[in-house]
């Protein structure tokens, strides 16, 4: 019988917003919760479902995960291995065969820079554990660090981004971890920091310099039979930490010198190609000047990378809302994380009028916007994903709340209020508040790539917009202190005119 242990931790830290995440704002499974999430699409599932293949006993422990969201009270770290160690310790006197675990990899607490790593170290620390193969799946946005890679056997990333692949990565990295169980053979992994960070929109994985280091990290695989796996990381460059920014990791139980020729390959094409990993983005009012010129066949996208929600921001700004309103545009709509704006309609009728001021909580926000608003409809904020691929299932799984929302309307703009913040990765958020996508004209998305995989499908035109806000694509304007220098783009000679 093959016993392994299962555990997850999932956070991206914004260490540059001011908010430190606290206990409350955790989501945890313990035990058998964890085993349930059999079948909604997770990572855990994709793990689960090879278990289930291959007649594994799981050993469930625990996982906490939240949104991304600003630095984590250390605390939570310790009482995650507190627990963590309590079961794990008398599951390794009654023995193991390996350790799979859940993490994202970009987590940042007020103690430490490289959670992830302090955990994989203090893992291989326990009676029992340091023999054992310990694979894992992490994000394409982590920080990935020596660490990390020292203490584990085989880490692999997501390959694409959005994250439609986020349950097939945890199946491989499962997998992997049965070619050792079965081979005997413990590979190693060799990783690579390279001299780069880019803003989350240079990270899409179909376009260039993300395509382009995928091709090579396939073509490795291909040509090099000991070679395992090898991960892209694009990076997560809100976190400030000494590793933050673009890396690569071979698995290989080859020889360290050629992984060393691959990282090599990817990393000239990383800075070949450089400049692109920071793309442009318009004027808001010149986007909308062009969408109202050349009207698409589909929805005008608005994408406000500032107020990412998906990168840690608090999807409230409101300079799309304040643009859609000003301009007097019809058919528009954008969504609004406000819950005391929702609590002001939960006693309301439908059709009842109010006057409030709602969003702009970001000191960089222009700041809430006064708006008279008609109630249309009231809801629980639940909803399920429409694409169970969705970038959101990898960690939510495909049932989502947004806590309870309303659904109000200011002239012609829409505005979807909701309780908690909710990534706009899927069309079922819009859809199940009776909010047609397709019927739209304009659309605000607080995101930066991973709502691409829903909203592209609408056949309309996308504009990246600057705004202010905290997750800005201008990495020059923030205030790094720990990250390795020189860097692209932040220092000369390579910071883009």
Not at 77 to 106: C, K, N, Q, S, Y
Not at 120 to 132: T, Y
Not at 398 to 417: F, K, Q
Request: with cysteine.
């Amino acid at each position: 019988m093959t016993r392994i242990l299962l555990g997850g931790l999932f956070h991206e830290t914004h260490t540059f917003v001011e908010d430190i995440t606290r206990a409350d704002a955790m989501h945890t499974r313990v035990g058998a919760e964890l085993l349930a999430r059999r079948g909604d699409a997770s990572t855990v599932d994709g793990f689960l479902a090879v278990a289930e293949r291959h007649g594994w006993t799981v050993v469930p422990t625990l996982e906490t995960m939240t949104l991304p969201s600003g630095t984590l009270d250390h605390a939570i770290f310790e009482d995650f291995w507190t627990r963590f160690e309590a079961m794990a310790r008398p599951a390794l006197a009654e023995g193991l065969d390996g350790i799979w675990l859940a993490l994202h990899g970009a987590m940042v607490t007020t103690g430490s820079d490289d959670p992830e790593g302090e955990l994989l170290e203090r893992i291989r620390s326990l009676p029992g554990a340091a023999d054992l193969p310990l694979f894992a799946v992490f994000d394409l946005h982590a920080t990935f660090t020596p660490r990390m890679a020292r203490f584990a056997d085989g880490l692999v990333g997501y390959r694409e981004n959005p994250h439609a692949d986020a349950r097939d990565a945890a199946v491989l990295s499962a997998e992997l971890l049965a070619r050792s169980l079965r081979t005997r053979v413990r590979p190693r992994m060799v990783s690579r920091n390279y001299p780069l960070v880019w803003p989350p929109t240079g990270t899409g994985t179909a376009d260039r310099p993300m395509r382009s280091m995928s091709e090579c990290a396939r073509a490795i695989e291909r040509d090099d039979p000991a070679v395992w796996a090898v991960s892209i990381v694009g990076g997560y460059s809100f976190a400030d930490t000494f590793h933050t920014g673009v890396a690569a990791v071979v698995i290989t139980d080859g020889d360290a010198a050629a992984a060393e020729r691959h990282l090599d390959a990817i990393g000239e094409i990383a800075v070949r190609e450089r400049e692109l990993g920071v793309p442009a983005e318009w004027e808001l009012d010149a986007a909308i000047d062009d969408a109202l010129a050349r009207p698409p066949a589909g929805p005008c996208i608005l994408v406000e990378p500032a107020d990412n929600i998906g990168g840690g921001a608090p999807g409230d700004c409101t300079s799309i809302l304040r643009a859609f309103v000003a301009r007097g545009l019809d058919n528009a709509a954008v969504v609004i994380a406000d819950a005391a704006a929702v609590k002001a309609f939960s006693a309301v009728a439908p059709g009842t009028r109010i006057r409030r001021a709602i969003g702009g909580s970001s000191r960089l926000d222009p700041g809430p916007l006064e708006l008279e608003m008609e109630l249309l409809s009231r809801s629980d904020g639940r909803f399920r994903l429409e694409d169970v691929n969705s970038h959101l299932a990898a960690a939510q799984g495909v049932n989502i709340e947004m806590g309870p929302s309303a659904t109000v309307r200011c002239g012609g703009v829409t505005i979807l209020l909701t309780s908690r913040k909710t990534p706009p990765f899927d069309l079922g958020q819009l859809r199940s508040q009776g909010i047609e996508p397709e019927r739209l004209s304009f659309v605000g998305v607080k995101a930066a790539v991973a709502h691409r995989r829903a909203y592209d499908r609408l056949g309309g035109r996308s504009y990246w917009v600057r705004t202010p806000g905290p997750c800005p694509s201008d990495l020059t304007t923030l205030p790094y202190r720990k990250i390795r220098r020189p860097i692209f783009p932040l220092d000369p000679p390579w910071r883009p005119a």
